[in-house]
């Protein structure tokens, strides 16, 4: 009987242990499953991000695997969403990474060809069954819409082409006020398809900020009047916007002469801090008031100085320096002059502050000084000019100061040629003051740009002679025959127009050929903003 009761009570206790373990045993499995399912997905995500899987039939498409839950389809629902979250976040994120890097960059964002530039979003349409590989339905690719920017580089584009095709063929637009043409230009059809380009659509916003006399106002009766020219004209242009979003380039009316005029100290050792500090205190303005100047790193934004400290001025501000376009008549390779980037415009003396009384001269055969200089000791190279020659040659006619009672332009006007030596800098109004009154010039110069050079060709009408050369400038002169120096002659005063100020501007005149240069400046470069990245 005790056995039996025994049996009993272990049987009992053998069933209810097998109760309580087989649940057991079946969750565990359960959980293993899901758990090594888990796994699975976390992977498979991860090839989906980059690109990586492959769905049943081996193409290679985009594929997800969506974690299997325990929990109901509510959890599922979570998880795909937690998922796709995740992927579709990458796109945001690079983008704000992509423009912290513009900020950090130290060059201009520019490339090198048109694009077209398209996005998609890929995305799941439906939420796939537990347990199943589904592969991921992906979107038509919507076009982007053109930013303002965009649609600036399409039509610069379209100039380029015309400028080519126009460098190549052999047809002319006609012009009713002039057709270049001859050997002054590198290529004459290139440079008229180009102003024509120019004249249609080049628009220059003008920033606003800043008061006279420093911003704004510029002198207009000295060697450096080119600075007050030039800004009152860009102020009152056809070709200025005041519409940022609409302008290819921006530029920064700051006349350099004015700077030098109110804020030098001469009696200070540290001169050149309070100037810099102005420059830099500027451009902190405009780039802290408008996007536009960080949006390219200054790249299409340009300044103009004719002072000779305008190069030095402009290291005040990096970007300034190394990426926007720096028109000056200092053009000094050695100092940082970039032709590729910088512009080169003439340095002119306009005494009444006009051209009045400084065009024209006589004939050749009625000049009957072979060379003329006249000025100062200024700089090393004029000192090698006035050993070699002041006052030792009537041929070569070089003085220190004139003899009283002599005319500077009436010396200029009965010589052939006309010296241009540098002084302590390259810039010299005597290569204008020369082709104004038929002069041809002598340029004596080291590392000189000369100007507007991408498009005019120096040689073809005026005399280029080393340093070194100095000593027998006599017999390099003269053996210029009257035929090669009557062609000079005439091509510099066909050119001369490119030189003349005018107080209205004429087409082809001085003010536009500094524009021109810009121009073409804008046209060798293709901007884009930081979210192409």
Request: aromatic letters at 12%.
């Amino acid at each position: 009987m005790m056995e039996g009761s025994k049996m009993k009570i272990c049987s009992s206790a053998s069933t209810r242990l097998l109760w309580i373990m087989v649940p057991l045993i079946l969750v565990s499995i359960f959980f293993a499953f899901g758990n090594s399912k888990n796994s699975t997905s976390l992977f498979s995500s991860s090839s989906w991000l980059f690109g990586s899987g492959k769905n049943n039939s081996g193409v290679g498409q985009p594929e997800l695997v969506v974690a299997a839950v325990v929990n109901g389809v509510a959890d599922r629902e979570e998880a795909i969403l937690e998922d796709y979250s995740f992927n579709s976040s990458i796109s945001s994120s690079f983008s704000s990474l992509t423009a912290e890097a513009d900020q950090e960059s130290q060059q201009p964002i520019i490339i090198q060809k048109n694009e077209t530039f398209n996005i998609s979003l890929e995305k799941p349409n439906e939420l796939p069954s537990l347990n199943e590989t589904h592969d991921v339905p992906i979107e038509p690719k919507i076009k982007k819409k053109f930013t303002n920017l965009e649609k600036l580089e399409v039509k610069l584009g379209k100039a380029r082409a015309a400028i080519k095709e126009a460098a190549t063929s052999g047809n002319q637009t006609d012009d009713p006020d002039y057709v270049p043409s001859g050997p002054m230009y590198w290529n004459a059809k290139a440079f008229h398809r180009s102003y024509l380009e120019m004249e249609k659509q080049f628009k220059v916003f003008v920033y606003e900020e800043g008061e006279q006399p420093i911003f704004h106002n510029g002198p207009c009766k000295s060697i450096y009047a080119m600075e007050g020219n030039f800004i009152y004209q860009m102020e009152t242009t056809k070709f200025r916007t005041r519409d940022p979003e609409k302008a290819q380039v921006f530029f920064l009316p700051i006349s350099v002469t004015a700077i030098v005029h109110f804020i030098y100290d001469r009696n200070s050792k540290e001169h050149w801090n309070p100037m810099k500090q102005t420059l830099t205190d500027y451009i902190n303005l405009v780039s802290g008031k408008y996007p536009y100047w960080n949006r390219s790193l200054g790249a299409d934004h340009f300044m103009l100085a004719c002072h000779d400290w305008g190069p030095e001025l402009s290291k005040a501000v990096p970007f300034l320096y190394k990426n926007s376009i720096r028109a000056l008549c200092n053009a000094n390779t050695s100092e940082g002059f970039k032709p590729s980037k910088d512009v080169s415009f003439p340095e002119i003396l306009l005494p009444g502050g006009t051209m009045y009384g400084l065009i024209g001269g006589p004939s050749p055969s009625h000049r009957s000084i072979l060379a003329f200089f006249a000025g100062g000791l200024h700089g090393p190279i004029r000192l090698i000019l006035l050993e070699h020659w002041e006052n030792k040659d009537e041929d070569i006619q070089v003085h220190r100061y004139l003899p009283k009672g002599v005319s500077y332009y009436g010396m200029l006007r009965n010589s052939k040629f006309c010296l241009c030596p540098s002084g302590y800098e390259v810039a010299s109004p005597r290569m204008v003051e020369a082709l104004y009154m038929g002069c041809v010039p002598v340029l004596l110069k080291d590392h000189y740009v000369p100007p507007f050079s991408d498009v005019l060709n120096w040689k073809s009408f005026s005399v280029e002679v080393s340093v070194e050369q100095i000593p027998n400038l006599k017999k390099i002169l003269s053996g210029i025959s009257t035929r090669q120096y009557i062609t000079l002659q005439r091509r510099g005063k066909q050119v001369r127009r490119h030189f003349e100020v005018n107080m209205t501007p004429k087409r082809y005149d001085v003010f536009h050929m500094i524009l021109h240069s810009v121009w073409l400046r804008r046209l060798n470069m293709r901007l884009h903003g930081p979210e192409y990245l």
